[in-house]
């Protein structure tokens, strides 16, 4: 199984905080499911889940699969770029007076985009893209200049991805946000 990629969106505008029980009660989420994303989050597999927990793993597996089929968690594949002789990259795109949305898609169509998305804050639009050499980054970003709304671009070379070797935990996240 790839790495898994929380819908925070989701589970965050729907947090609540259930002190009666002292359980984390997000969208249907309680404390097991949550230890359970940590552990899916650094790449551990059902089995390992159940050791660490001290859990059956049927009552593992079947919270797993609750988790992917509710949408609260995703499967995705992760490409080793430096293996297929490629770079990846982050570029933020910031825009004056454009169509958020039409650039944002503009981007998407774009060869060697891997994803897109729109933020709120320093810049309006990341894009991930993977890019074989200077030339090709060159293009690219000469390409993203000229769509007409976008102001200015600052990119970025992804170097190397630490792993996550300690212990995340999603319930602080979730305890913060049942307050609000």
Known sequence: M???????????????????????SVNGLDDLDIRILDLLLLRHKTKEIASKLDKPLSTVQRRVRKLFEEGAVSSAMELNYKKLGLKHGEIFVYLKNGDVRRIANELALMEGMMSVSIHIG?????????????AHLLELTSKVRQIPGVDRIVWSEEIYKLPLRNEKSLAPVMKWTSKQ
């Open 2 to 24: 790839g790495y898994c990629i929380i819908d925070m969106a989701k589970v965050l505008n729907t947090a609540r905080n259930d002190e009666a029980q002292n359980q984390i």
């Open 122 to 134: 320093n810049s309006d639009i990341v894009g991930a893209f993977m890019y074989k050499d200077s």
